[in-house]
């Protein structure tokens, strides 16, 4: 499976605004699986970014 992943950090007022754009590009027997994968990927990446999200919350706080 191919991925292409993109991240752009763009000034938003007083905040930083983080944007992610992922693709995925399923090859040989997980093309048959490709819904399946998207649902699973969804959930790992809504997991990173709430988890990225707090660790930098919780060091802005700290500083």
Do not use: W
């Not at 997980?30 to 990446?45: C, D, E, H, N, T």
């Amino acid at each position: 499976m191919r991925f292409r992943e993109e991240y752009r950090l763009a000034a938003d007022n007083s905040a930083t605004t983080l944007t992610q754009s992922i693709s995925a590009m399923p090859r040989g027997p997980f093309r048959l699986v490709k819904a399946l994968l998207r649902r699973q990927l969804q959930g790992l990446i809504n997991s990173d970014l709430g988890r990225l999200k707090s660790l930098v919350e919780t060091e802005i706080a700290q500083t």
